[in-house]
Every structure is written in C-alpha cells, then in structure tokens.
C-alpha cells in the first residue's frame, strides 16, 4: 500500500512530490520542537532546520497551480506569502530575545501553515485526496 501511494506521489507534475515531503518532514520536525525542552543548540538546529522547510514548503506552493482562481493562484498562495513573512517575523523575534513572540509566531505557522493547510489537501479533488483516499 504504502508503496503504490509513493509511486503515485512521485508521478506528479514537479514541485508537488518534494513539496510533499518536505511538509511532512516540517510536521514531524515541528511537531518534535513543540514538545520537547527550548532553547540550547539542538533546539536552534532544529529551528533553522524548520524554518528551511517551511520557507521550501511555502515557496515551492507558489508553482502548484491546482486551484485557479485569480490566473495561476488561489487564496492558498496568500497563506504561503503569510508563512513566509512570519518566517522572517519568528526569527526576528527570536534573536530580538522577544521568546514570547517567537513561540506564538511559530506555534502560528506550525497549525495553520501545516496542520491546518494539510487537512485541506484532503479535500476531494485534491490530489492528497486522490493519492491518500482514492478518487
């Protein structure tokens, strides 16, 4: 099973497998941050690490043209723009020392840039929804 949705993900029109896999990793990596102890070097790694990916996840959706509604983009691509200046807006804050800021800014991308944006990938028609649930 798992290898007839990995074919089926890796037949589709670029960015959308890596862009796939990178937003899987940024789940889990994210998910791992939220939970475990802050601060220190593993947590920093960590972060760059995720910020990396989100920035990847955001600005690769901007090339992923499935919904059309204003030519080539849809309200989703006003999401990756949200995500990718609160990108800038996490770290800042971070290295400002506002920790406070950071942690709201980044549990903020966490659920609506992957959580909540990943659930709507399962909306039928979606190709989430074809290569997870079938057509």
Known sequence: MESKILEQL???V???PSHVF????ALFLGARQLLRPKGGGAHRL???LWVGLMA????SSLWISEIQMWGRFSPIHLLSLWTLG????????ARRGNLRAHRRAMQSLFFLALVVTG??????????????LGS
């Open 86 to 93: 609160s990108l800038v807006f996490a770290v800042t804050m």
């Open 10 to 12: 890796l037949l589709q």
């Open 56 to 59: 990847y996840v955001a600005g």
């Open 22 to 25: 990178a937003a899987f990793f």
């Open 14 to 16: 670029k960015p959308i």
């Open 46 to 48: 960590a972060g760059w």
């Open 119 to 132: 659930l709507f990938t399962l909306v039928p028609g979606r190709v989430m929804h074809t290569i997870l």
